[in-house]
């Protein structure tokens, strides 16, 4: 028979799991809250995705500037989830996209980082405080379902799993870094993981969490491919290419360079500056695959799995 005190216990642990629950899903990540709103372009591991960033407790969306046209209707916007931040590699907020208002809040972030108020670093001494006392509830929480699952009878098994699943869900793991911590708002060199090596990108350490890590002011270079069919035009970030019967026409109208790395496989040294004009005389089937690199200057988040924080610098 299940005695009262089993009873009350299970139901402060429902009125618990329903708060914390209503907690998880109002929150979300402190660095993708620094970008919400602003133009960014999400890179991953076979495609870019480019528009207003509106981050969620249960992941991310991208608002598409226009739309994109399909078969039979028009795509409006991304939605990344959670289980697919392993994809990620990293969120740019390029400078040169952002409108006059955006740019002067972000100088107004940069300022407030270099020379945080009294009440800034009272805010994030008692964030702190909290996020390394959930360490401590966690453990004290851990130790008490520890001894509340074993007095569950064994006649009700699901009861029990219920708990146990609870016990691990009610206080998330504490993103506090004490190493990190030091280097919030100064000067510091991220490393980026590029196949088997790492790349050097200096920048200010603005802000991190379990998951990423987000560092200003960084010149960040990524490669992608496009597929262009012959009498069609293709555009891909404010650059536009078509291809005629004798060769490729190359637009760029982005606000950072771009360079031709390969087409069709064929090794290309091309550099196109912002605002001008490429045509590129060859010879070509249907279609034709062109691999570039675009370099960009603005803000970088990673995840932590593809970025480090390696050294402090000036």
Known sequence: MINLSFLVSLFILILLTVFITYLSGKSTNRCFKDFSKYPVTVITKN??????????????????????????????????????????????????????????????????????????????????VIIIAADVIKEALS?????????????????????????????????????????????????????????????????YTKDFLEVLDVEYKYTMNVKIFQGKEVEFKNILFYLDEKGLTIKNKANSKIDILHINQKEQNITIESGKEKRIELSHGEFIRVELQITVYGDIIVPRTVGIIRHEAE
């Open 47 to 128: 495609k870019a995705i480019w528009g207003d960033f509106y981050p969620e407790s249960t992941g991310f969306y991208i608002r598409y500037k226009k739309p994109k046209k399909e078969k039979n209707f028009k795509e409006l916007s991304y939605l990344f989830y959670k289980q697919e931040f392993g994809n990620v590699l990293a969120l740019i907020r390029e400078v040169g996209e952002l409108d006059d208002t955006q740019k002067e809040k972000r100088e107004k972030e940069i300022r407030k980082i270099h020379n945080p108020t009294v009440i800034g670093r009272l805010k994030r001494y008692i964030y702190n």
């Open 143 to 207: 130790i008490t379902f520890g001894r509340a699952l074993n007095k569950i009878p064994k006649s009700i098994p699901s009861q029990k799993g219920y708990a146990s699943k609870i016990s691990q869900l009610l206080v998330p793991s504490s993103s506090y870094d004490g190493l990190l911590e030091k280097l919030i708002g100064k000067k510091v060199i991220l490393e980026i993981k590029e196949g088997e090596r790492y790349k050097e990108h200096p920048g200010i350490f603005k802000e």
